[in-house]
């Protein structure tokens, strides 16, 4: 439904995605209030389609807020589970199929064990006490969790927040000096006139380029989940 380059947070819907819903069979969703405008979407469309969450069998973390952090599958491991659900529904919903949706599903988490692997030992080539990311909005708390990384986003959870206040952004340059952060970095989508401030008050470089939010279109650098983690973790581990 949200297609390349698009924020899911301030997606608006159109005609198409409603005439996309009110034909579906299933409806996968990411849930965890990434896709706020999802219910609304859904109801209009009076679609019939069976939703499903494919976060659901995974515990999530919460944001200082109290709010579910839905950023789950910048962890690899998450996105096993989530195959794992899509898989389930897709057999359920067409078992005359099934063995072919467990074959396919089998053969995609062993791409992503391989990937997952991967991403340990590019992260390894990073000192810990050089491990701390510093982004637009806080994205990369699984990531983190995951591969041993300090965060820092400079906005809160969602791309739409407001800059940080006075206060906030002369504490957020004390804590980066404080800590000699050497790189800051931009996400696809979402630009800020705060980063160059914070750049040039603390001297760290501006590392463009992560994409955690939505895929590249085509003929981009991350057309798939599997080459988003990579782009990922080279553009991180080559800014650190």
């Known amino acids: 439904i949200v297609g390349p380059n698009q924020d899911m947070h301030t997606f608006e819907p159109t005609p198409k995605s409603l005439a996309r819903i009110a034909h579906a069979n299933l409806l996968f969703e990411n849930g965890l209030n990434f896709e706020p405008w ?11 389609a069976t939703r499903v969450v494919v976060t659901e069998d995974i515990v999530p973390f919460s944001f200082a807020t109290g709010e579910a952090d839905p950023h789950l599958w910048h962890d ?13 529904a897709l057999s359920a919903h067409d078992p005359k199929n099934k063995n072919l949706y467990q074959a396919n599903a089998s053969a995609y988490i062993a791409r992503l064990t391989a990937l997952e692997a991967w991403v340990l030992e590019k ?4 000192p810990e ?6 982004t637009t909005h806080d994205s990369l708390g699984y990531f983190a969790r995951r591969y041993h990384f300090e965060t820092m986003g400079i906005s809160t959870h969602t791309t739409e927040a407001s800059d940080p206040s006075a206060a906030e952004l002369i504490g957020l340059v004390e804590t980066i000096k404080r800590s000699k952060i050497k790189a800051i970095f931009t996400e696809n989508g979402y630009c800020s006139k705060i980063m160059e401030t914070i750049a040039n008050e603390t001297s760290a470089k501006i590392v463009s380029g992560l994409y955690t939010d939505a895929l590249s279109d085509p003929k981009g650098p991350t057309d798939s989940y599997e080459k988003l983690i990579r782009h990922n973790v080279l553009v ?3 800014g650190l």
Not at 129 to 134: E, F, I
Request: overall charge positive; proline content about 0%.
């Open 123 to 126: 992260v390894q080539t990073i």
């Open 76 to 88: 690899v491991n998450h996105v096993i589970v989530m195959t794992k659900a899509i898989e389930k």
């Open 38 to 48: 999802l219910d609304k979407l859904y109801e209009s469309s009076k679609s019939q």
């Open 129 to 134: 006490s050089k491990r701390t990311l510093v």
């Open 236 to 238: 991180i581990t080559k």
